[in-house]
T-cell receptor, first 113, second 114 residues
Framework: GDSVTQMEGPVTLSEEAFLTINCTYT??????LFWYVQYPGEGLQLLLK?????DKGSNKGFEATYRKETTSFHLEKGSVQVSDSAVYFC????????????FGTGTRLQVTL | NAGVTQTPKFQVLKTGQSMTLQCAQD?????MSWYRQDPGMGLRLIHY???????DQGEVPNGYNVSRSTTEDFPLRLLSAAPSQTSVYFC?????????????FGQGTRLTVV
């Protein structure tokens, strides 16, 4: 079945540091890939997505590239801010799974001054 | 545009009590789902629905019931609460059979069973 593996957190960075959160997946066919973000006390919201190989999703300075050869969708940001502190979830949706999203375990990011 | 609305935001139950978590969406989405979020386990699918009158089990359905009488509403029922059901619950909705569609989440319900 489908699965998503994320690097374990928490990740603690200083402001303006470079961020990478690793995500790899297992799925049949060509899934769509997503990054969701959860700010403290809130629900999840879509950060970015990619729907086919070599697509790059981007939003708010975050980027992730759909790498089919390595089955990866790593999240990156060149310069993090304190306001980026949140939990980040990698997720996928495959064809034929009745719209079900499969999530990774989430990675908590804490950015300090 | 309200999006996905969940109530209540917080709830404390005694073991054996029952309750219903409410979820409503105003985006005319066919697909609705319930997840529970536990530390170190991410989000796990409890039940889902692809339209009014149609529901199915997800990954962790035991102890929970759902129904979908309208497109807008998808309540989750705990018939006899257990401490293992202490968790944060999220409702989500999206278009159905659109692989790259965005899922919209409610704010969550933090449930404690004592």
């Amino acid at each position: 079945g489908d699965s998503v593996t994320q690097m374990e957190g928490p990740v603690t960075l200083s402001e303006e540091a470079f961020l990478t959160i690793n995500c790899t997946y297992t799925a049949t066919g060509y899934p769509s890939l997503f990054w969701y973000v959860q700010y403290p006390g809130e629900g999840l919201q879509l950060l970015l997505k990619a729907t086919k190989a070599d697509d790059k999703g981007s939003n708010k300075g975050f980027e992730a590239t759909y790498r089919k050869e390595t089955t990866s969708f790593h999240l990156e940001k060149g310069s993090v801010q304190v306001s980026d502190s949140a939990v980040y979830f990698c997720a996928l949706r495959s064809i034929g799974t009745a719209s079900k999203l499969t999530f990774g375990t989430g990675t908590r990011l804490q950015v300090t001054l | 545009n309200a999006g996905v609305t969940q109530t209540p935001k917080f709830q404390v139950l005694k073991t054996g009590q029952s309750m219903t978590l409410q979820c409503a969406q105003d985006m005319n989405h066919e697909y609705m789902s319930w997840y529970r979020q536990d530390p170190g386990m991410g989000l796990r699918l409890i039940h889902y629905s692809v339209g009014a009158g149609i529901t199915d089990q997800g990954e962790v359905p035991n102890g929970y019931n759902v129904s979908r009488s309208t497109t807008e509403d998808f309540p989750l029922r705990l018939l006899s609460a257990a401490p293992s059901q202490t968790s944060v619950y999220f409702c989500a909705s999206s278009y159905h059979t659109v692989q790259n569609t965005e899922a919209f989440f409610g704010q969550g319900t933090r449930l404690t069973v004592v």
